[in-house]
Every structure is written in C-alpha cells, then in structure tokens.
C-alpha cells in the first residue's frame, strides 16, 4: 500500500513535469532480455526492466484443433501474480489482474497475425500445435505488463519446434525449426498521474496513476488496445497516448529483435 | 579457572575457563546456526542462542562481542518488532467508531485510542474521526504499549507526535534504523545539516523527509542502508554529502 | 513385455560424466527479488529454484492465527513451463503434499514463538525441472528465509540419494530420476545430525538404505556450504565495492 503522502508526492512532481527518478515521462528504464532462459521450455524470455522481471515460457503440444477452425493451430496466453513477486500478490487461482493481464497480452500477439496459425496445423481436425504461452512475474517493479508482453513476444521469437515421432507426439528436446513470426507486436502502456502521461512507472507511480492506456503495435499499424483504470482520458490524451506508444514501440522492438538475433 | 589470559591480555576483566574459546571475530558475518563461541564463559545475548554449551546466531547478521563475554549479533535483514517507548511512523489503515488502525510496518497491526490519539474533547456524536487521522494518512506516534500477545498500543501524547505533511517517505531495513541515527544522532544530524531537511526517522525502519534536497537526504539514507555494515560509513557519508554540495 | 534392461550406469560412471558420489554443480545467490523480505536462486544442474520470503507479516486469513507461535506457511509450485508436459498451474495433490512437507522440515528450525499471531510465509518456484525439485526448493527456501532475517537455529539443506543399476548414487539426475530404481529426497541439518525431510521411493536393503543416507548427508553438507557462502556473499560484494573504491580516510569507525 501507498502512503497518501508519496502519493501526493508523486502527483505533484508529476504535475511539474518531474518523475523521481529524474526519468523523462516517455522514458522506459533500462531493458534486457535474456532467451532461453528455462532450459525445458520450447522458447522463454526473461525481460528486466529496471527493477521489474518478468519471465514468459512457451511450452508445445500435439492436440485437437476447435471445429471452426480445424485448419489452426492453438495459442493460449496464461499469467499467474504469483505472491513471489510482491508482497500484495497472493496465492489461489487468476483474479481479474492476472486474467485481464493474459488477457491484453494475448490479443495483442493474436490480433498482430504474427503468428501463422494455419502453419501450426500438422493433419487438418485432427492435430495441431497447441502453443502455451505462461507470464510469470518474477519481481514486480511497476509495469508487469509491458515486461510481460515483451517477454512473451521474445519468448515466442525463442521457440523451437519439436521433431515428432511416427504416432504425431513431440519428441522433446528436438528441434525442427524456429517457430516462424512476422512481427514482432509490442505493448507500450500509458498511466496517467494526476493528469501527465506517464510511461514505465515503478510501483509506487502505478499505484499513484488513475487511469492507463495499452496500446500494442507491430511496424505500421496498432493492433491492440486497452483502456484500464478508475478514471479517464481524454480524446487529445487517448491520441497522444497511442502516438507516443508507437513510437516507443518501435524503439523497443529493436531491443527484441537484437535479443532474438534478427 | 587456570589463567590462559595472553588472548585478552589488554581487556580481559577476569581470567577465563580454559573450555571458553571464542571462534567468530568481532565485526564479521554470521549466519543462522553458525557457531560464534564455546564455553561457560560467554553469555548469548540478543540475536543468538545458546545450546550445549556453544554460542551460535539466530540470523544473518554482525557479530558484537561487549565486555569480551556477552555475545550478540546485529541482524541485516529483518522485520520491526514493536517495543513499548519507540517512535514510529505510522500508517493510518482504518478508522473506527472510537479508535484508529494503523499499520507500523509490523506483523502486527496497532491500536490508537481516540484518548491517546486526540489531546482536545471529541463530540463522537458530531464529530468524524477522520477530521483528525484519514486512511493512508501519516504520523509519528509513540509506542504505548506492547502485550505479551503482540497486542500493540500507540499514543500521540508525546512532544515529536504528529500528523505529517507533505515530503515523503520511504522504508529501511529496521535493523539499521541505529545506524542511520548514529552515536547520540549524529549521522541523522550530518544528512539534516547538509541537506537542510526535516527527516524523522521510525524505529520501525519508516523515514519522513521534507525539504528542498530531499531526493539526495533519500540517498543518504540509502548509502546507510546499503553499506552500514563495512566500517568507515560515517567518513564515507560526509564524503558523499561534501560531493553533492560542490556540484550545486 | 520383459525388455532387456539397458545399463545407464557402466562402470562406476554415470551418464552425465559424474563419479557416484558426485553432485551436479551448485550456484546459490541471495537476495534475487527485491519486493520480497528475503529471496534466493538454487540451481543443481539444470533443476532451477526461485524462492520468495515474506515475514513476520500479518497472517491472513485470520482463522490460521496462532495465538502463541507464527503460522509457517511453505508453497511449492512448479513454473508451467518448467518440465516437459506443461504443468497445469495452481496447486495439486503433488505440489500439496511437497509444500507439507517442506514446510514440516522447516517447522523445528524456525524461532516461531517470537512471533504471535504472524505468518512466515515462503513461495518457492521451480523455473526448470531435472530431478530434485523439492530438494532444489528447500535449498533456495532456506537461503531466503535467513535472507529476510527469519531468526532460525540452523539452516536447512537438502538432496537426493537414489539407486540406479544396482549402484548408490548422489543427486539423481535426468535419465537416472526416469530410469532408476530409488530416489530418497533428504533434508538434513548438519550440526544437528537430523534429518528434517525423509520420502523414498524404491526397493532398498537396509544396508543399502544406510548407504544412501549417508551419501546424501554429505551432499547436503557440501550445500551446506553452498547457502552460507551465498548468503555472506550477497554482503561481502558490498564491501569490496567500497574498498575498490579506495579508502575515503582513515577510519575512526563508530560502534552502533
């Protein structure tokens, strides 16, 4: 919890322009990303961001396709506020953070089309590529989601597929090939405290913001949105706001793609 | 008692049992379980245990040994623990009919009676309690009391006791709260001086600091939380604090 | 269905190059998250080990109080992407009964009558799976706790001994965990000579049972080690820091 004092404090420096940390509003905190970081994942990311880390692990299956898409392969997006992270996580089963969390996350990576699901399909209604997606914040710093997406995306970019044996089951530990991506779309969160907008706060500046903005894009186009928060924004806000993501955006994808090798 | 006394020669107050040899030195790092002296000569004080005969620390923390006999170990890490007398910087977390919640970075959630919490007459009939202290407001309180089962007691009846405004604050490992103090306050003193802010310090490891400087009275604080237990903090404190007065 | 069974273990060498009585290597480091009291990374070869301290904190829900000693509570969790099935996340009847356990070895250690009303409370993670995972766990577990200033006795530490091919081997690992015939997961605390943990699974003759006791007794002094080193370590960094930066003055240090 935050004291009405920091919180006030934070406001006002915010109101004169100012942040803590002496950061510029648009300015995220330094970001790594380390693949291949779980050894038994088909692809996993550790992102830091500042004192923030988040680590995403893709895990591969052979299952059914749904009937109205028997030709695609399946993704699922997953994420678990384990009480490791913060001491106001707790145990039991996703609340609403960590499912709208997944939730953001997910369609971002699936409304991208950056992945090609038809490609996932290895005997049409019968059996394709379920790929599990799991969001496991390690430390949470402030802005889980941005790290998270980011780590999902790279982790993602990691995957190998496994080779499969004469029965269609993956033999784990080969590997037929990377798992192939066309983008690489990027959420970049807006807070809004005490009226400026804020990127990449720490976790007492996103306990002190009203309202936040997600918005994930690939090159040339958003792909997602998300508007969260007690209070509102502005149309003036709202535009600035997913102006200034893109461009960050774009900034940051060169992080991932050089952590990716591409 | 045969006298093996060439290890104390300078301070050794009284000769020691020949079973009594101390193993872990002044000043170096400890951890739970490590045996820190053996014999019926030391005495395990706060941070230690005292089994079969053998010394050895409760946690991870510096040894202290005093009058060459008691033996305690200053933990680095670790919660406040109330005790009856200790200013702390206190969180309001809920108000009730008559009384405050407030959270004192404990295990323990503490109770502040509308009598120990307001000097003047309360009409409860007319008055809200919340005009005095609101939820998430922040004050400096007196431990009153501490019950055998942790039930904790706050009073404002004290001179320091008040509601803060303004400036903002920030946590230290409480086990550090003495050294950010120093000998008769003279560290706090030195960051107050040099920065020109008004810092309180709780003994429950909370920190209150207004003033112009305060982002680099917060630093100071910092470099004491990270570096109190390597000697010399005091000359490197004044160092740091000389630094930043030349660059403004 | 009577395969003739392949020998993992040929000679007195093991399919990882390791000797009978060796361990994997080990790293252990303090203090990996900051939003925690305490915390530590455990890795054994490639079984990978996150813990989070939390504690004395106030206990809920309040019906756990104990009015007398601090409520232990000790979750073990496998991350989803840790083994070669994806774990279903949140808890079941496997990750229950490891965390009672764990939490059981944990229980004698602990000063929880300083504590009331409060809970000490440790979630441990484990980010990779190979063999050992409770073990990998109580390891990083113990590290946090004295991390986040928990006044304990003593630390805990543990590992597995197992029977593979007939042979007592230390720290089962990989094929040995899928193909053997024993594993004996222990926690132990050496300057006590007790044992805090104790499963096994397998045909053992009681000497061979003695045997593998032993060996991972010494394996868990050698981790022993280990979670002192890395819990001084986590200090002794800060300190020679500040020496690279040479001396301010002569020290005339004070006594706090």
Redesign the interface.
């Known amino acids: 919890m935050i004291t009405k004092i920091d919180k006030e404090f934070i406001k006002t420096l915010a109101r004169e322009g100012k942040r803590e940390d002496g950061r510029a509003f648009d300015q995220f905190r330094d970001l790594k990303i380390e693949t291949g970081f779980a050894k038994n994942a088909e692809g996993s990311a550790l992102v830091t961001l500042g004192e923030t880390r988040v680590l995403a692990g893709v895990k591969l299956s052979v299952g059914t396709p749904f009937a109205d898409t028997a030709n695609e392969g399946v993704l699922m997006v997953n994420a678990e506020l384990g009480p490791k992270a913060s001491p106001e996580f707790e145990t039991g089963p996703p609340k609403e953070g960590a499912i709208e969390l997944a939730r953001v996350i997910d369609r971002g990576i699936r409304e991208s089309k950056c992945i090609d699901l038809e490609a996932l399909c290895i005997t049409p209604k019968e059996k394709v590529w379920m790929v599990s997606v799991d969001i496991d914040p390690i430390n949470d710093g402030g802005n889980i989601l941005d790290a998270a997406g980011i780590a999902a995306i790279a982790a993602l970019h990691d995957v190998k597929i496994p080779k499969l044996d004469e029965d269609v089951r993956p033999i784990f530990g080969t590997n037929s090939g990377k798992l192939k991506l066309r983008h690489i779309p990027i959420p970049v969160t807006t807070f809004k405290v005490n009226g400026a907008l804020v990127m990449d706060p720490d976790f007492e500046e996103e306990a002190s913001a009203e309202a936040r903005l997600t918005v994930t894009s690939v090159e040339g186009f958003l792909c997602a949105m998300q508007k969260g928060g007690e209070s509102n924004f502005k149309t003036e806000e709202v535009v600035r706001a997913a102006e200034t993501a893109y461009a960050k955006a774009t900034e940051l994808r060169e992080v991932v793609k050089q952590a990716v090798g591409l | 008692m045969n006298g093996t006394m060439e290890e104390n020669v300078e301070s050794a107050p009284a000769p020691m049992d020949p079973g009594s040899v101390l193993i872990a030195s002044n000043k170096s790092?400890v951890?739970?379980?490590?045996l820190i002296a053996k014999g019926v000569d030391f005495l395990p004080g706060s941070?230690t245990?005292k089994?079969a005969g053998e010394v050895?620390s409760?946690?991870?923390g510096l040894v202290?040994i005093k009058s060459d006999r008691l033996i305690s170990v200053?933990?680095?890490?670790?919660?406040y623990?109330p005790f009856a007398g200790d200013g702390v910087i206190a969180?309001i977390a809920d108000v009730q009919i008559s009384s405050w919640m407030a959270?004192v970075n404990a295990?323990?959630?503490a109770f502040l009676s509308l009598s120990e919490g307001v000097e003047e007459y309360v009409d409860l009939q007319k008055s809200d309690l919340t005009h005095y202290y609101?939820v998430?407001?922040?004050i400096y309180a007196k431990v009153l009391s501490v019950s055998k089962?942790?039930d904790v007691k706050l009073t404002m009846r004290d001179r320091m006791c008040r509601k803060?405004?303004?400036?903002?604050?920030m946590k230290i490992?409480p086990?550090k709260v003495?050294?950010l103090i120093?000998?008769g306050g003279?560290m706090i003193e030195l960051i107050k001086q040099k920065t020109g802010c008004h810092i309180i310090v709780g003994q429950n490891g909370l920190v209150?600091i207004k003033g112009e400087k305060q982002?680099l009275a917060a630093e100071a604080v910092l470099l004491v939380e990270?570096?109190?237990?390597?000697?010399?903090?005091?000359?490197?404190m004044?160092?740091f604090l000389d630094s930043i007065q030349q660059v403004i | 269905m009577s395969e003739e069974h392949k020998k993992i273990i040929v000679g007195d060498r093991r399919p990882d190059g390791r000797a009978l009585d060796e361990m994997r290597p080990i790293t252990a480091k303090a203090g990996v998250i900051s939003r925690a009291n305490g915390s530590a990374h455990f890795a054994m070869g490639s079984t990978v080990a996150i813990a989070a301290a939390y504690g004395p904190r106030e206990l809920h829900p309040k019906h756990l109080q104990d009015p007398v000693r601090a409520y232990l509570k000790y979750v073990y969790a496998m991350a989803p992407f840790s083994t070669q099935d994806r774990v279903k996340p949140g808890p079941s009847r496997r990750s229950t009964e490891i965390s009672e356990v764990s939490r059981q070895a944990f229980n004698s250690v602990i000063f929880l009558e300083e504590f009331p009303k409060a809970g000490i409370e440790v979630f441990v993670e484990i980010l990779q799976a190979n063999a050992s995972t409770r073990c990998a766990g109580i390891n990083a577990a113990s590290i946090a706790l004295a991390d986040a200033g928990v006044p304990m006795t003593d630390l805990v530490s543990s590992c597995a001994a197992g029977k593979v091919d007939g042979k007592i081997i230390l720290d089962v690992a990989g094929e040995e965990d899928t193909e053997g015939e024993v594993d004996m997961p222990i926690a132990y605390i050496p300057r006590k000579d007790e044992i805090a943990l104790l499963q096994m699974d397998g045909l053992l003759t009681l000497d061979e049972f003695k045997e593998a006791l032993e060996l991972a007794k010494k394996g868990c002094m050698q981790i022993h080690e280990k979670q002192v080193a890395a819990l001084k370590e986590r200090y002794v960094r800060v300190a020679s820091e500040i020496a690279k930066k040479g001396p301010v003055r002569e020290s005339a240090e004070e006594v706090a």
């Open positions: 790092i951890v739970p379980g490590e941070g245990y089994e050895r409760k946690v991870l202290r200053v933990p680095l890490s670790g919660q623990m969180v959270d295990p323990y959630v609101d998430g407001d922040v089962r942790k803060l405004h303004g400036g903002n604050t490992t086990t003495p050294r120093g000998k003279s209150w982002d990270r570096e109190s237990h390597v000697e010399g903090l005091t000359d490197r004044t160092a």
